[in-house]
């Protein structure tokens, strides 16, 4: 039996996207969460995850205290993703191909370079598990709920031996 499950999205959460009601889900709900851009009712303590939908967004929060704590707070969760909106053809290619103007651009004092090592460091040091979903985050979110709610069901006994 599939377990059907609504998503919670974080009120400051912009731009976000909404899950329809289909066979796995029963739609987004807008609330606050502590950590995170999104998770399931019922599983908000064990599911974060953090998007970033452009490369820009993700530049500016690598350097803010703010996006430290988040991640620090993130160590808690069973599940932790950091969900990356663009490829790693974008982040190498930095600041061009972003929203950064071009007037702008030799002014970014944060090179591809950084970034890359940053999220490496991201990964190990707080064990957030971070995709470069490109335009197919929303699937990649989608398909994480499904894994993460089987993950949790408990064994039955036929499956245990």
């Known amino acids: 039996m599939e377990i059907k ?3 919670i999205r974080d009120t400051r959460e912009q731009n976000g996207w909404d899950f329809t009601t289909g066979s796995s889900c029963e739609g ?7 950590t995170g ?5 019922g599983y908000e303590h064990l599911l974060s995850i953090e998007r970033k939908g452009c490369i820009a967004e993700l530049a500016s929060n690598l350097v803010e205290d703010r996006f430290e704590r988040e991640l620090e707070r993130m160590e808690a969760f069973k599940y932790a993703f950091m969900i ?4 790693m053809e974008d982040l190498i290619a930095y600041p061009k191909g972003s929203s ?3 007037w702008k651009r030799k002014s ?6 950084f970034l890359l090592i940053r999220l490496l460091e991201i990964e190990i040091k707080y064990k957030v598990k971070i995709i470069f979903a490109g335009k197919h985050g929303k699937t990649v979110v989608s398909s994480i709920f499904k894994r993460v709610i089987e993950n949790e069901q408990p064994k039955s006994d036929t499956e245990n031996n």
């Open 5 to 7: 499950y609504v998503v």
């Open 28 to 34: 987004t709900v807008v609330e606050g969460l502590k």
């Open 37 to 41: 851009d999104y998770s399931i009712k």
């Open 84 to 87: 990356l909106e663009f490829n």
């Open 100 to 102: 950064v103007p071009p």
């Open 108 to 113: 970014v004092k944060l090179n591809p370079f």
